[in-house]
């Protein structure tokens, strides 16, 4: 009978016991993050014969050279960019040496895998920012609600706006990569925001404060689509999930800091403390033009753009050997070729193939029910939520939300210790689950304290668990799987704008919950609210069950094969990472 029979080589082997270790690295790489910036800042990637050099040198080949200083500033404006391998700066990981055997200041499997979580770090810092807006509103809105006068609709539209214009930056943002590369995206993103940041801080009226946000939605928009599709395109197989789970952490860490920044600016002036938030926003952003002189182009945009020879000079410094970069390398053409004789992207994505249609409805699916769940109406009127629940003053509303903050980034990192080990589909399951309880519960509760049937205190102590579980099980795995599965799932040639669509769907379902919350507590109460969103919760536990395929360790081109295979049976094999898989019949005694 037909079979599959999978031999294991020695790199596999020695993957799977890195991988088993990555989990207690994630601490020390960020301690290790903040130590060496000023070192890596100090040396630069060279695309040059001394890149091929410096590739060779990180592992030990022969022919290596130095690598030449280089770079600053002017590189943002369109000279070529030069990095370095950041662990050459990096101290010596004696343990890795000493497991894999290797002497003489060779760096195998610990060196690219650091190298390529500082770039997926630097390349998610742009989502701190819509964190940042979407947790410091919740707090301004109060104030500003004071100091301009305004009525109920334009909280709502003021709030609602960002995630309907940040569509439209997703949207623009996959062509804008496509063209310009994903580095200088970023870089756009975060200037884009600063502008809007810097309007909304000194806006004099209503008008100017919304004109101010729409900017900042564009910025915001293209952020979003950008770092996952770098960071899932840098990436091998085997980390993708943890590392393209770092824009979410980012997020929630963003949300923390507006929370804070509500807390601790609460007590200045009405006319001056929702300012004061607003422009603290502007801080994250400055450090993305630091970022665009560390972290390289994409080698996936490089190859389609035809500059080869960039494109491995970069795998060389994310890969452990030379052979495995050429590996990649050779995908990635292949997977160019096909672009460049396929049908127009656009035209494709609305007349999908069968494949292409199950990525999508799967991709499009779990960026809907991310927001159709009521998250984003949490975390913008949490203090409307726990005034509803008994909580009176400013400051304990303020001080509730901030336990909502950690309770996020907490369980976000979680979450990426978790999802290249679990695996995408097992989270998002336990993640849809937990939520809908969480979502019943607290709309009982608001219900019962409504009727008189549930005393104060008790209802406020559910009401902040249960909040705080919600954005729990939100954050350790529908949160930033999300987005993982966004960037793995969609061939190379559809990638950036089934991506933006993707984020599109995101952030125009996100628009109608924020903007319609307010009026539907009105008009049904906030329990009713909760009531409706639990529904929807218990509907997504459903799509994740019969729709959403299990994509850890597999290559972005194992992904395509597998939605190939996803119309017939369900017990197919599995293409893993790593393995070598030999096709044919296969005997009793194992030969073919």
């Not at 801080?201 to 689509?225: K, W, Y």
């Not at 930033?480 to 704008?497: C, D, F, H, K, T």
Request: hydrophobic share 50%; glycine share 10%; proline share 4%.
């Amino acid at each position: 009978m037909p079979c599959v029979k999978p031999v294991f080589s020695p790199l596999s082997q020695l993957a799977v016991k890195q991988v088993a270790r990555y989990d207690y690295e994630i601490p020390r790489f960020l301690l290790l993050l903040v130590s060496h910036l000023p070192q890596i800042h100090g040396r630069r990637f060279c695309h040059s014969q001394s890149t091929l050099n410096l590739g060779r040198a990180s592992m030990g080949l022969p022919g290596a050279g130095t690598a030449a200083n280089g770079g600053g500033m002017a590189e943002l404006l369109g000279r070529k960019s030069r990095y370095v391998r950041m662990d050459d700066v990096l101290p010596p990981d004696p343990e890795v040496e000493k497991e894999e055997g290797v002497g003489g200041g060779v760096r195998v499997r610990g060196g690219a895998r650091r190298h390529v979580f500082f770039c997926s770090v630097f390349a998610s810092l742009n989502h701190v920012l819509l964190g940042y807006d979407v947790g410091v509103m919740s707090g301004c809105i109060i104030f500003i609600q004071k100091d301009l006068h305004i009525d109920q609709v334009q909280q709502e539209v003021l709030v609602g706006c960002l995630s309907f214009i940040s569509l439209l930056g997703s949207l623009a943002a996959g062509r804008t990569s496509d063209a310009i590369g994903r580095k200088r995206t970023i870089g756009l993103a975060a200037a884009i925001f600063q502008a809007g940041a810097a309007v909304m801080a000194l806006a004099p009226s209503f008008a100017a404060l919304m004109a101010g946000r729409l900017l900042a939605g564009v910025g915001i928009g293209f952020g979003l689509m950008v770092a996952p599709v770098y960071i899932s395109e840098i990436s091998p197989a085997a980390l993708r999930g943890s590392l393209a789970s770092l824009p979410e952490i980012f997020i929630s860490f963003g949300i923390l800091l507006g929370y804070v920044s509500n807390l601790a600016f609460a007590g200045l002036p009405d006319h001056v403390n929702w300012r004061v938030m607003l422009a603290a926003g502007i801080l994250p952003s400055i450090s993305v033009a630091y970022v665009l002189t560390v972290i390289p182009e994409s080698p996936r945009w490089l190859v389609i753009q035809g500059r080869t020879g960039e494109a491995r000079a970069v795998l060389l410094t994310v890969t452990d050997t030379e052979g495995e970069a050429q590996e990649r390398l050779a995908e990635i053409e292949e997977s160019a070729r096909v672009t460049s004789a396929g049908k127009a992207v656009w035209r494709e994505i609305m007349r999908p193939s069968p494949v292409i249609r199950r990525m999508l409805i799967a991709g499009l699916g779990v960026q809907f029910f991310q927001q159709a769940t009521g998250i984003d109406a949490l975390v913008y009127y949490s203090p409307t939520i726990f005034r509803d629940a008994g909580i009176a003053t400013e400051g304990h509303l303020l001080a509730a939300t901030v336990a909502v903050g950690l309770s996020k980034t907490i369980f976000i990192v979680i979450a990426i210790l978790l999802v290249d080990h679990v695996g995408r589909k097992p989270l998002l399951l336990i993640s849809t689950v937990g939520i809908t309880a969480c979502l019943a519960v607290l709309a009982a509760t608001l219900s019962l304290l409504a009727r008189g049937a549930l005393p104060g205190g008790a209802a406020v102590a559910l009401a902040i668990v249960t909040v705080c579980g919600f954005v729990a099980f939100f954050s350790v795995g529908i949160g930033p799987i999300n987005m993982v599965l966004s960037s793995e799932i969609y061939p190379l040639r559809l990638r950036a704008q089934a991506v933006g669509l993707g984020l599109a769907v995101n952030r125009l379902t996100s628009g109608a919950v924020a903007m319609s919350f307010l009026s539907i507590c009105n008009a049904a109460s906030v329990a009713g609210a909760f009531t409706a969103f639990a529904a929807v919760s218990a509907l997504s536990v459903a799509f994740v069950h019969w729709f959403v395929p299990e994509t850890s360790g597999k290559t972005l081109e194992e992904i395509e094969l597998l939605f190939g295979e996803a119309g017939g049976s369900r017990g197919v094999v599995e293409l893993g990472d790593g393995e070598h898989l030999v096709h044919g019949r296969c005997e009793p005694d194992g030969r073919r």
